[in-house]
Every structure is written in C-alpha cells, then in structure tokens.
C-alpha cells in the first residue's frame, strides 16, 4: 500500500521540467484560444477586460473592444495594443496590417506611418489619415523620405504647407512643400492665369507649366 501511494508522486517527479513546461503549454494555449477570449471580452469585470488585451494578438478582436466596449481604459489599452503590433514585419506582416485597418484613431495611425514599420504598413496607415494636421505632421517628421513626400502630396492648407518648408526634417520634402506654396500663391495671385503668373515670376510660362502640372 506504501508503495502504491508513493507511485503517483513518483511518477510526476519523474516527468520534471517536461511535466511542467507541458502545463504551461496548456495554459498559455487556453489564454489565446477563441473561447478564452470570447469570454472574457465579454467579461462584466472592466479589469478582467483591461488585462486580456495584452495577451489577443488577434487584430480584428482588438478592434471590436475599441469601439464597443464600455470602459474607456479597456478600449484605450486595445487600442494601444494594436498600435504595439503594427511595426511587425516579416512572416507577421499581415498581422500588421490587420492591426492598422483595426485602429480608427488618427494619432496612433500617425506613430505608425512616422515609425520604421514596412513600407506597406507604414502606405495602409497613411492612406486612413485625411486631417490637414496630421498629414503635416507625418510630411515633417516621418523617418522615411517616401512617406513624407506622400504626406505631402496630400496637402492643401498653405500654413501647413509653409510649415513643412520651415521644419521638415527631409530636406527634399522641405523644398517641395515651400515650391508648392509658392507656385499655388503665385497662381491666385494671377487669377489662375498661367501666362500672368509666369510674367510675375519672371519666366517663360512653357518653364512654368511642367511646374505647376506636378502639384495638379
């Protein structure tokens, strides 16, 4: 009888590490099933929520808790989460992505499109950000050229523009933005007249025209 209670202690004893890890296989495989996370989105408890976005991955979840979950520091946190998964690249990339369509906020899809993410994460979240400040944001402190320029391209405010040229941190983007707001002042003050304004400026206005058909 002694040895028969002993086998059983025995027995898990000489499983060791293996026993352990194996269980904790198992718990960390539950913690991001479907179920697990279905339930505790759903969770009454706000903390319980809190503390489950930081162990979903998945983007299209994290998304739903930003816009329909009732505590804001829970919708705040998955937003945050989103934001951690989207400079991902590699295999993952498409994680990434996943992660820029969730989010719905313009300043974190501002962080992305400034930050060294891949080019096609950094494209998907410039193409959601249609405020004036915030594309003149990104066209004067985005870390590569390409997605300042792009940035640029898509604005129109002359402040904006104007300060793109004083404090652009790519000294290409810089001299785009001040040639766009000065051709664009040139031609109101014209009246839109190509041949007036290349008078103004004093140049031939077949010069002029290759100018102003790279802003059109």
């Known amino acids: 009888a002694a ?3 002993e086998l059983p202690g025995a ?4 499983l ?14 539950l913690l991001v099933s479907v179920p697990f996370l279905y339930r505790t989105e759903l969770d009454p408890d706000p903390r319980v929520r809190r503390s489950a976005t930081a162990r979903i991955s998945d983007p299209s979840v994290l998304g739903r808790i930003t816009t329909t979950d009732a505590d804001p520091e829970a919708r705040d946190r998955a937003a945050d989460r989103l934001l951690a998964l989207a400079p991902v690249s590699g295999p993952d990339e498409a994680t990434a992505r996943g992660a820029v369509a969730a989010l719905a906020d313009p300043r974190r899809l501002s962080v992305i499109a400034k930050s060294d993410a891949s080019e096609a994460v950094r494209n998907a979240a410039l193409t959601r950000i249609t405020d004036q400040r915030g594309l003149s944001s990104i066209a004067r402190h985005a870390k590569h050229e ?13 402040t904006d523009l104007v300060e793109v040229g004083q404090n652009g941190e790519h000294r290409e983007v810089a001299m785009r933005a001040f040639e766009r707001r000065y051709l664009s002042a040139l031609l109101e003050k014209s ?8 008078r103004a400026a004093g140049v031939d206005r077949t010069n002029l025209r290759p100018l102003l058909k790279q802003y059109e």
């Open 3 to 5: 040895v028969a209670d």
């Open 11 to 14: 027995m898990a004893r000489s």
């Open 16 to 29: 060791g590490e293996d026993f352990t890890g194996s269980v904790e296989q198992v718990v960390q495989a």
């Open 146 to 158: 390409t997605t300042a320029t792009a940035a640029l391209e898509q604005l129109t405010d002359s």
């Open 191 to 198: 009246g839109h007249n190509v041949s007036t304004a290349a």
